[in-house]
């Protein structure tokens, strides 16, 4: 398994991944609208806004997941069905934390939906704590909807990361 930062001629690559592993994982905790306004060309202007804050993995050359990595928060930690159970999310979120350590970041935050309690859990082992529930607005072909996310948080120092 390789990890590193995404390169721009792999942005399109990024974003059929981030489409086909959000409507798997992400759909089904949200507004049945927010999925269908959600297509690949919504993901791709998001990869494009992302980068160069991304960081991929790849397995055999093919690309098995994401993270973005900016201003001390995470998102967008994305692993295909393929590799998960497999270490790939584990090692992005520590690469990911890293990266916000460099940037000088002592405190992170992420959002994660609520009713995603695998990801909840996840998180938690790895020392984020839910620091409170958010309402958040989201686009849909007929307007906006609310959905609720998780603000969650984690204290990060710099010997998690670089001893």
Known sequence: ?????????????IANLYHQVWHETQAPHQHQDIASFRDISFMQERIDAFYPNIIIALDEGNLVALVIAKEARLSQ???????????????????????????????????????????????????????????????????????KAWEMEKQLDVFDHFT
């Open 77 to 147: 930690l994305f692993v295909a069905n393929t590799v998960r159970g497999m270490g790939v999310g584990q090692r992005l979120l520590e690469l990911g934390e890293a990266k916000l350590v460099a940037e000088g970041a002592l405190r992170a935050t992420l959002n994660c939906l609520v009713g995603n309690d695998g990801a909840r859990r996840f998180y938690e082992r790895n020392g984020w704590q839910v620091s409170e529930t958010q309402s958040k607005t989201a686009q849909t072909h007929s307007g906006s909807v609310t959905i």
């Open 1 to 13: 398994m390789e990890f590193r930062v995404a390169r721009s001629d792999e942005l399109g690559k």
